[in-house]
Structures are given as structure tokens and as C-alpha cells.
């Protein structure tokens, strides 16, 4: 239960990081929630798979749902095109 608090206390971080760094992106606090989430997963394969990169500790997991929200926000620009 403990980690689940954790990754979504990360992932609503991310989100917002994201859409911070990603400029006219602007979302509710669940919407952030969703894209940290989502995001984690994105980051976590385009860092582990692809990348074959990593690092342990939440600050990593933070870096990884930050980077992959922002991937996903910058996918979701496109197809709004």
C-alpha cells in the first residue's frame, strides 16, 4: 500500500513537471496524475528497454515519469495538430 502512495505521489509530481517543461501544456491535478503516470511507464521503457540506462531510488523514478510525461505530452500535441 505504502508503494502505491509512493507512485502516485511521484507520478502526480511528474505530471506537473511535465507540464511545466512542456510549454502550453496546461492540466488539472488529475490529468497530472494520469500523465505521471502514464508517463512512468514511458520513461521506464524508453530508458530501460531502448536506452538500456537506469538508476535506482525514487529521484530516478521521478527523472524517468518526468521525461516520459513529457514524451507523452508531446505526442498528445501532435495528434491535437
Known sequence: MEGLLIGLIIGALAGFAGS??????????LMNLIIGIIGGIIGGWVFGDILNIGGGGLLWQFVEATAGSVILLWLISLLKK
Not at 511545466?20 to 491535478?29: H, I, Q, R, Y
Request: proline share 0%; aromatic share 10%.
Open 20 to 29: 511545466k517543461l512542456f510549454t502550453g501544456a496546461s492540466n488539472g491535478l
